[in-house]
């Protein structure tokens, strides 16, 4: 089946510096891919979508220089918490849509932790 | 705004019993439901899904209904073991042909099965 691998599963940064955050379709092709935020206890909340060779489009009330997402080929995008401040702690976690599978697949998150 | 919300936050049942998490969509957009299993620390797994054009839908265990002129979306899951326990997520997107848009999430229903 499809999988997607997100990289690191934990990074703990301090404040001000930025954050790279990976996400890899490994066994297909996904010229879309989302990024969502998860914060503890809550629900997943979608932050933006990634598209192939294009820019990213972001939810309503997310800061696009902030989180800086690239998706510069079919099974690699990339988010960047830049300037990274402690109330931008949570979980990420990345998703691709496998068009010949179920649809969409989820990464394993990534916790991020600004001290 | 729309959005995707559950009756229950928590629910506990007996192992071996069955159990029903109910989730509430206000979209009539909605065209494509999922549920969603987490488990701590880890990104959604898929566990079945349903578009609108079905009013329910069996899978190992699981089986989704969907009532349409209510607005209202089921889990049901059959014989509970304690791997079952986890934090279970109903989730929706207008079809736009294969996953063009990203997914909004309910608030999620915390399942303990009790030994």
């Known amino acids: 089946g499809a999988v997607v691998s997100q990289h690191p599963s934990w990074v703990i940064c301090k404040s001000g510096t930025s954050v790279k955050i990976e996400c890899r379709s490994l066994?297909?092709?996904?010229?879309?891919m989302f990024w969502y935020r998860q914060f503890p206890k809550q629900s997943l909340m979608l932050m933006a979508t990634?598209?192939?060779?294009?820019?990213?489009?972001?939810e309503q009330g997310v800061e696009k220089d902030k989180f800086l997402i690239n998706h510069a080929s079919l099974t690699l995008s990339t988010l960047t918490v830049t300037s990274a401040h402690p109330e931008d702690s949570s979980f990420y976690i990345c998703?691709?849509?496998?068009?010949?599978?179920?649809?969409?697949?989820f990464g394993s998150g990534t916790r991020l932790t600004v001290v | 705004g729309e959005s995707v919300g559950l009756h229950l936050p928590t629910l506990s049942v007996q192992e071996g019993d069955n159990s029903i998490i109910n989730c509430a969509y206000s979209?009539?957009?909605?065209?494509?439901f999922i549920w969603y299993k987490q488990e701590s620390g880890k990104g959604p797994q898929f566990i079945i899904d349903?578009?609108?054009?079905?009013d329910k839908r069996q899978g190992q265990r699981v089986t989704v209904l969907l009532n349409k002129t209510v607005k209202h979306l089921s889990l049901q899951i059959a014989a509970t073991q304690p791997g079952d326990s986890a934090v279970y997520f109903c989730a929706e997107t207008p079809y736009s042909g294969g996953g063009a848009d990203g997914l909004t999430f309910g608030k999620g229903t915390h399942l303990i099965i009790q030994p």
């Open positions: 990634s598209n192939e060779g294009s820019k990213a489009t972001y």
């Open positions: 998703s691709a849509v496998d068009r010949g599978g179920p649809g969409y697949t």
């Open positions: 066994d297909f092709q996904a010229t879309t």
């Open positions: 349903i578009r609108s054009n079905m």
């Open positions: 979209n009539s957009a909605s065209d494509y």
